[in-house]
């Protein structure tokens, strides 16, 4: 993880907020929805609705 953050001679590093939401939204999408990543991620499902709903509105 702290590798792929490394910057790259040509620019900057990925930021981390970058990376969590790529994160999140990988994990919802590979897992079926916002409960089922809950279980797995230990977030609570409104926290990842509200998540959403966030990205979808920009």
């Known amino acids: 993880f702290e ?3 490394s910057p790259l001679p040509s620019g900057p590093a990925i930021p981390l907020p970058v990376w969590e939401d790529l994160w999140r939204c990988f ?3 590979w897992l079926g929805g916002p409960a089922p990543a809950e279980k797995v991620l230990g977030i609570p499902a409104n ?3 509200q998540w959403i709903n966030d990205r979808e509105s920009r």
């Open 3 to 5: 590798a792929a953050r």
């Open 27 to 29: 994990a919802v999408s």
């Open 47 to 49: 926290t990842l609705r």
